[in-house]
């Protein structure tokens, strides 16, 4: 005799895929790397900022730096999309609106949205190798829908592995790019505008503050430079050999 299969209904799965700190869908789940518990970003990040220990386990992730032992992850995340029907479309217009409402005004316009393709300021730094005056080819398109930002790259002349300094100040330090560049994709723009060789090593720090390779300008700017007290715009992020302690 055939049976049939039961129907299986999102609450059925609602453990698997609900934040244990906001009890909300996870939003761009985030795994905490020592104990694997997952949390959508926005929570475990604010978490973080007091305390260093997982809330669902209570083991600490991180004697000083907790936020280094995250991970994202984008495969729980198109499945979380593709069980709950309109959680994709509801949160891009969310992170529309609060990026519209919290990006300062340039020249009396908000620029939102890198313009359409062709345009100099988009994607300065959305592929390594892109040109400072915007002519970054195919590579420029990566990023021309995500919400953009503006960055100043100062050179800070410290002494790395050479015993001197052969990084110098960028012709031009005020780039546009997306929000989800990352500090990795930055120290590429870097090295290749600056010719630098393949074996040199570059910090990028915030505040004084060495940066992670995988931290995006969007978490850096809201959990070092708005944290921090810092109103000016744009965020300033600082670049030096990497120090040789040996």
Same mark, same amino acid.
């Given at each position: 005799m055939a049976t049939t299969g039961r129907k299986h209904l999102v609450k059925d799965f609602n453990h698997f895929i609900t934040c244990y700190?906001?009890?909300?869908?996870?939003?761009?789940?985030?795994?905490? #790397?020592?104990? +694997? =518990? #997952?949390?959508? &970003?926005?929570?475990?990040?604010?978490?973080?900022?007091?305390? *260093?220990?997982?809330p669902k386990c209570g083991i600490q992730v991180h004697e000083t730096n907790p936020l280094e032992m995250l991970r994202l992850d984008n495969t729980l995340e198109e499945i979380i999309f593709k069980l709950v029907p309109g959680l994709r479309e509801k949160e891009e217009q969310q992170e529309l609106e609060?990026?519209? &409402? *919290?990006?300062?005004?340039?020249? !009396? @316009?908000? *620029?939102? =949205?890198? @313009?359409?393709? !062709?345009?100099p300021d988009c994607g300065a730094a959305g592929a390594a190798? %892109?040109?400072? /005056?915007?002519?970054? $080819?195919?590579?420029?398109?990566? =990023?021309?829908?995500?919400? @953009?930002? %503006?960055?100043?790259? /100062?050179?800070l002349q410290n002494t790395g592995q050479s015993g001197e300094s052969t990084v110098t100040d960028l012709m031009k330090r005020f780039i546009r790019c997306s929000s989800r560049v990352t500090?990795? #994709?930055? &120290?590429?723009?870097?090295?290749?505008?600056?010719? +630098?060789?393949?074996?040199?090593? +570059? /910090?990028?720090?915030? *505040? $004084?503050?060495?940066?992670g390779r995988d931290h995006t300008l969007e978490f850096i700017y809201m959990t070092r430079w708005r944290l921090h007290g810092e109103n000016t715009y744009p965020m300033v992020l600082e670049y030096r050999p990497r120090i040789d302690f040996g």
């Open positions: 700190l906001c009890r909300g869908y996870l939003i761009k789940p985030t795994t905490v #790397t020592e104990c +694997l =518990h #997952t949390f959508c &970003k926005s929570c475990i990040v604010q978490h973080f900022e007091e305390s *260093n220990d997982c609060f990026w519209k &409402k *919290n990006q300062p005004k340039e020249n !009396g @316009q908000e *620029n939102l =949205h890198c @313009q359409r393709p !062709g345009l190798g %892109a040109d400072d /005056d915007g002519d970054g $080819g195919e590579d420029g398109d990566y =990023h021309r829908s995500d919400p @953009q930002i %503006a960055i100043c790259l /100062d050179c500090v990795g #994709t930055i &120290k590429k723009f870097l090295s290749l505008k600056l010719k +630098l060789p393949s074996s040199y090593e +570059l /910090d990028v720090l915030c *505040n $004084g503050e060495i940066m």
